[in-house]
Nanobody, 125 residues
Framework: QVQLVESGGGLVQAGGSLRLSCAPS????????MGWFRQTPGKEREFVAA????????YYADSVKGRFTISRDSAQNTVYLQMNSLKPEDTAIYYC??????????????????WGQGTQVTVSS
């Protein structure tokens, strides 16, 4: 079992930046593909970004491409989501997820095996 813990959310003004972190408890996620998703009330959870187990392959939703960067630090056993040029429409609960399918990158929720509890990101206009 993998328990994921997100941190780094908060309130920021439009145009600002935040960095989210995702760290597992109980075991390493070095052999897992990792992803970030987000969800707003009344909407389905949507894909944001993914990274393969080595960290050499990344994939982004069009809505965040060029503004967000996903990365991983194997030594720290942590995955990050650097969010720049934030917009009010980025406001959501952000979830970290891990998949045993570590080859390539995954963008569908059903491809992920473990999820964190989420961290709130609020962008004010």
């Amino acid at each position: 079992q993998v328990q994921l813990v997100e941190s780094g959310g908060g309130l920021v003004q439009a145009g600002g930046s935040l960095r989210l972190s995702c760290a597992p408890s109980g075991r390493t996620v070095s052999r897992f593909g990792m992803g970030w998703f987000r969800q707003t009330p009344g909407k389905e959870r949507e894909f944001v970004a993914a990274i393969n187990w080595i960290g050499g392959v990344t994939y982004y939703a069009d809505s965040v491409k060029g503004r967000f960067t996903i990365s991983r630090d194997s030594a720290q056993n942590t995955v990050y989501l650097q969010m720049n040029s934030l917009k009010p429409e980025d406001t959501a609960i952000y979830y970290c997820a891990a998949t045993r399918q570590f080859l390539g990158v995954r963008a569908r929720m059903d491809e992920y095996d473990f999820w964190g509890q989420g961290t709130q990101v609020t962008v004010s206009s």
